[in-house]
Nanobody, 123 residues
Framework: VQLQASGGGLVQPGGSLRLSCAASGLTLGSYNMGWFRQAPGKEREFVAA????????YYANSVRGRFTISRDNAKNTVYLQMNSLKPEDTAAYYCARSIDMADYARETGYDYWGQGTLVTVSS
């Protein structure tokens, strides 16, 4: 099982990025998925989660209204569209496979993790 996150980069405040999480070795449509992030010197924190069908979505308060999680099960990929980016969004972003949607905001609710993609928001 492998999760490959991509799409990070350097963007100015107010800009947008779309992260992708491609899966291999598993059928992504069978699993709930989530995104977390870890800023330098800080603990990893929950960003967003989506259930198998895409009909149930959760966001951290800090990103609600700016970020959108989605999935394309036919492409075995989960996305995180990030708009109105702020310097405090700077972090490594990780996608992960959920094992318990009841723990969608906790790292313990996930088993497989991608390697992370770095997002830097700076002018």
């Amino acid at each position: 099982v492998q999760l490959q996150a991509s799409g990070g980069g350097l963007v100015q405040p107010g800009g947008s990025l779309r992260l992708s999480c491609a899966a291999s070795g598993l059928t992504l449509g069978s699993y709930n998925m989530g995104w977390f992030r870890q800023a330098p010197g800080k603990e990893r924190e929950f960003v967003a989660a989506i259930n198998r069908s895409g009909g149930i979505i959760y966001y951290a308060n800090s990103v609600r209204g700016r970020f959108t999680i989605s999935r394309d099960n036919a492409k075995n990929t989960v996305y995180l569209q990030m708009n109105s980016l702020k310097p405090e969004d700077t972090a490594a972003y990780y996608c992960a496979r959920s094992i318990d949607m009841a723990d969608y905001a906790r790292e313990t609710g996930y088993d497989y993790w991608g390697q992370g993609t770095l997002v830097t928001v700076s002018s």
